[in-house]
Structure formats: structure tokens, C-alpha cells
């Protein structure tokens, strides 16, 4: 089978760092996107690493190992908007079907 | 601005009937993509287009069906409203495999 894995919750203080870790077993491997989605809103694109590294978007970075079948995305300077879901998302095949975590719940304390 | 919208947003349909969700984009996307959320699931793959006439299943297809007669539109049907499929439905569209999805606002389905 295949599966993504990454916490359900995660709780940070807001302008901290916080990281959220996404593994993955997939047949095949073209790459790793991340999603925020807000309560009640549609996702929205975050990031995509196909070649291991760091991406680094504003204040966000997405980070790949495919070795390790591990990625991460970093979240700097946390503000309250930055409460949402987050999801994972491997292409695990020449196609362009995407497999979706279940997504990690971050909370921001003020 | 290019966008894609889902219709309706939300609607409650009895058990049995045949129900039809709506996805329009106006990006000229090639992929096309149903997926449901559900609580401790994430977004499941329901189905999915690569173009006019072409459509693959994904990974809980049963009981849905989807069309692609044009670029814009793919439209998913319920065949007979089970209360399994009590969800939340999301389209997206995206040009290639390389490139951001884009994702409608979602459409909230509840099966009485």
C-alpha cells in the first residue's frame, strides 16, 4: 500500500519556528507538495520539492530527502493566520495522481 | 481572473436519489481532479481527467462516475446517494504534473 505520514497536531507560540514532518512509503516518487487549508476553505498550493534540498518561499521552506523518504515544512515568524491544516502530497507515479496525508492541525498561541 | 467554482455548495439529498456536483474552471487545465475530505482521512482521490474523454478512477471510486465532454467542466455523479458519501467534495485542476493545484471551495454533501 501506500501512506503518508505526519502529526495530527502541532502547537507553537506565535513568531516561533515550528516544522512539520511528512514520511512516506509510495511504489513510485516525482515529488512533494505541501497544502494549507484553512476551517472551511479549500486547500492552497504551499510548495513543491522534486529534487532533494530546501525551498524556501517567504516564510515558509519545504525541505526533501528522498533517501529518507522524509520531508518537512518549516513555518518561520508564525503569525495567528498561520492556523490551519497542512497537508503533505506525494506524485507517486508518471501520472499525475497526488496521494494526500491526513493533514496536521498547527495551533498558534499568542 | 482564471478561477474554478463548484456548484452548489452545499446540499442534503435522500438516500437512493442520483445527485450531479458541478466543477467549472476557466484556467484551460488539462487535469482535473475529484477528491473527498472526511475527518481522520485527509483528501481521498475519487477521480480524475487528463483531458476531453478521458477519465481514471482513484482510490475510492465506487459509486461515483465523472465525464469530460469538455476542457472546463468535469462533473461528478453519485449513481444512488449512500450515507457513506456524506462529505465534503473538492475539485481541482492544475496544467501538468509539475505545477500547483488549484482548488474549488468545495462542495458540502450530506445523504439523508
Known amino acids: 500500500g501506500q501512506s503518508l505520514e505526519q502529526p495530527s497536531e502541532v502547537t507553537a507560540v506565535e513568531g516561533a519556528i515550528v516544522q512539520i514532518n511528512c514520511t512516506y512509503q509510495t511504489s513510485g516518487f516525482y515529488g512533494l507538495s505541501w497544502y494549507q487549508q484553512h476551517d472551511g476553505g479549500a486547500p492552497t498550493f504551499l510548495s513543491y520539492?522534486?529534487?532533494?534540498g530546501l525551498e524556501e518561499t517567504g516564510r515558509f521552506s519545504s525541505f526533501l530527502s528522498r533517501s529518507d523518504s522524509y520531508g518537512y515544512l518549516l513555518l518561520q515568524e508564525l503569525q495567528m493566520k498561520d492556523s490551519a491544516s497542512y497537508f503533505c502530497a506525494v506524485r507517486a507515479s508518471r501520472d499525475d495522481k497526488i496521494i494526500f496525508g491526513k493533514g496536521t492541525r498547527l495551533h498558534i498561541l499568542p | 481572473d482564471a478561477e474554478i467554482t463548484q456548484s452548489p455548495r452545499h446540499k442534503i439529498t435522500e438516500t437512493g436519489r442520483q445527485v450531479t456536483l458541478a466543477c467549472h474552471q476557466t484556467?484551460?487545465?488539462?487535469?482535473m481532479f475529484w477528491y473527498r475530505q472526511d475527518l481522520g482521512h485527509g483528501l481521498r482521490l475519487i477521480h480524475y481527467?487528463?483531458?476531453?474523454?478521458?477519465?481514471n478512477k482513484g482510490e475510492v471510486s465506487d459509486g461515483y462516475s465523472v465525464s469530460r465532454s469538455n476542457t472546463e467542466d468535469l462533473p461528478l455523479t453519485l449513481e444512488s446517494a449512500a450515507s457513506s458519501q456524506t462529505s465534503v467534495y473538492f475539485c481541482a485542476s492544475r496544467q501538468d504534473s509539475n505545477t500547483e493545484a488549484f482548488f474549488g471551495q468545495g462542495t458540502r454533501l450530506t445523504v439523508v
Open positions: 520539492n522534486a529534487l532533494d
Open positions: 484556467w484551460n487545465h488539462n487535469n
Open positions: 481527467s487528463y483531458g476531453v474523454q478521458d477519465t
